[in-house]
């Protein structure tokens, strides 16, 4: 498990290291710029000291030979080019003298060498430029060297500050740790640092979603089994009656009623059961394609046709425009369309009308909308109650034609995972229209 901790102390202290390196190295070259110039001063000033000497005179005691310590190379000569003095012999230098400062490469390495007229002499002082790039780096180390002593006690206090930062977080989550699975109630949001509260919003936000999520479970499971305990105790009333029944009418009679309820309670687990696929997250894997709502109508219609003529319900359509393609699970889209048509013939009157239409809106632009309307002759549903349609078994007062107040609330969830509006309004025919608007599916690249 990665250690938030371990992570900020390790980037923290390679952060102070790549500093101190970057640090070093200017320490470094400054010291070597400051140093190159003393040097240099010193060259001069050795020369200089030499100005007032006699060399090459029998009667002129030779200089004392330098130490082995003496870093410096002195070469004298005369007018002539006749060398009259060397410290100690360094074949690499080089045999003439080039006035002012320079910097010679040589088989041994770089040498800062200046060279002076005086009087009747040439004086040239040579050094090693690898003494000054130790001297460089003696005082860049002695510069640093408090700090990286330090390192160990700096990794100590940033451990310790990390760990108390990280302390409302730890608090945080041994309070998220201990809660009950039924406890939803949003966290606290005081005493949580600034960089944590998006994070604490965004839990606070998903326990909000899970409480009407689990809200709107309890409330659909006691829901259906309020629904399912009356058409079963109708049954279980009507197979005794059928067992009570003293002639063969009677019992058919009694046979006939329990054959509906059983009819009814088979289409209402069969409407849970298409309402329970179409909930949000329980068919996320279901396939994605191009479909033309007007051959998904075409086939409800069919469908749909024998129960319309039972009714002696004119069941066609005004418009099918076969440019209207979506994208979505193709099985859900026939439940929707199927629920909407036969909705419509349920509760229109015997010798009513329902039309069935497929259009596209603002073709060709980006509010371009892929409509389907059902619109009936029936009773029609008031305004202020066509919110309430949507939710789950609810049925209007007063209703004759038997449901499971199930039809548009699966209609209502289909249109949301295919990011469809659900519109209710009033029908031309005088009833009720409903449209769902799609938005259309991405053209076909050409190959």
């Excluded at 939803?184 to 960089?195: F, G, K, M, N």
Aim: with cysteine; aromatic share 4%; hydrophobic share 45%.
């Amino acid at each position: 498990m990665r250690s938030l901790r371990r992570t900020l102390l390790l980037s923290l202290l390679g952060a102070l290291v790549l500093v101190f390196a970057i640090g070093g190295l200017a320490t470094y070259r400054t010291a070597r710029s400051e140093i190159d110039a003393l040097m240099d001063y010193q060259l001069r000033q050795f020369a200089l000291s030499l100005r007032d000497q006699q060399f090459g005179q029998p009667s002129t005691p030779p200089l004392a030979p330098p130490e082995e310590s003496l870093d410096f190379v002195i070469q004298i000569w005369d007018d002539s080019g006749v060398r009259l003095y060397l410290s100690h012999p360094h074949s690499a230098l080089p045999s003439l003298a080039q006035f002012g400062y320079n910097t010679v490469r040589t088989t041994e390495g770089e040498w800062r060498v200046f060279s002076i007229p005086l009087l009747d002499h040439v004086i040239q002082i040579a050094q090693p430029m690898a003494v000054r790039s130790r001297m460089a780096a003696n005082a860049a180390l002695h510069t640093l060297m408090p700090l990286l002593v330090l390192v160990p006690l700096l990794g100590a206090l940033v451990w310790y500050l990390v760990g108390r930062g990280l302390r409302p977080l730890e608090r945080l989550a041994r309070e998220v740790a201990t809660r009950r699975a039924d406890s939803l109630d949003a966290l606290p949001t005081t005493d949580v640092p600034e960089e944590a509260q998006p994070l604490v919003r965004a839990l606070n936000r998903l326990l909000e979603r899970l409480d009407h999520a689990l809200s709107a479970q309890r409330a659909f499971v006691a829901d259906a089994a309020h629904e399912l305990r009356t058409p079963l105790a109708a049954l279980q009333i009507q197979l005794q009656l059928s067992e009570r029944a003293d002639d063969e009418t009677a019992r058919r009679a009694a046979l006939a009623e329990l054959r509906t309820g059983l009819q009814r309670a088979t289409h209402l687990v069969q409407q849970l059961l298409t309402l329970a696929r179409q909930e949000p997250g329980a068919a996320t894997n279901a396939p994605r394609s191009r479909i033309a709502l007007a051959d998904v109508a075409r086939q409800s219609l069919a469908d749909h046709t024998p129960l319309a003529d039972a009714r002696h319900i004119d069941l066609g359509a005004d418009t099918l425009d076969d440019t209207a393609v979506v994208s979505g699970d193709a099985a859900a889209l026939r439940t929707l369309v199927g629920n909407l048509i036969d909705n419509a013939i349920r509760y229109t009157p015997e010798g009513g009308r329902v039309d069935v239409g497929v259009s596209v809106s603002d073709a060709g632009t980006a509010a371009a909308t892929c409509w389907l309307r059902v619109s009936d002759s029936g009773p029609g549903i008031p305004p202020d109650e066509r919110e309430r349609v949507l939710d789950r078994f609810y049925r209007r007062a007063g209703q004759e034609q038997s449901g499971s107040g199930l039809g548009l609330a699966i209609v209502h969830s289909i249109a949301d995972r295919h990011g469809a509006r659900l519109v209710l309004d009033s029908s031309p025919h005088g009833g009720l229209r409903v449209a769902v608007g799609f938005p259309p599916a991405e053209p076909v690249p050409e190959s």
